[in-house]
């Protein structure tokens, strides 16, 4: 596998250790059904998928990206909340996994972090501000 240096999820300590990264990309999506034809993963894998081919264009310009494993935790699918597998995450809980992973990157210097949404359900816009006021970080969706 080629390993590219700006998806977490393929590079390793040693690759990384040398870099200074300013700005993280998180995807995050949903698990749910998407009718019979598309994966119940369609959110989460699409998001990804944007966010790498995103990260390596800004990559190939210089721009020190990383791209964090996608969450696929969406919320507000209550609606298909009976239907077999479709996994459903309050906001309440998105916000404490959002504040979790605002403290460890603004603690290891990343600057910026592009929240990439996927999921119509998750609702991030009015956390952003307050995001940006308690940690030490941009906070971009
Ligand atoms: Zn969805």
Redesign the pocket.
Known sequence: MNAKPYVLEQTNWKQIKEQKYDVAILPWG?T?PHNYHLPYGT?SLETAKIAEHAAGKAWEKGAKVMVLPVIPL?AQ?MGQIDMPFCLHTKPSTQLIILKDLLTALSGQGIKKLVLMNG???NDFKRWCANCNLSFPMYLFL
Request: no cysteine.
């Open positions: 949903a749910e959110d969406g699918n999921h119509g359900g």
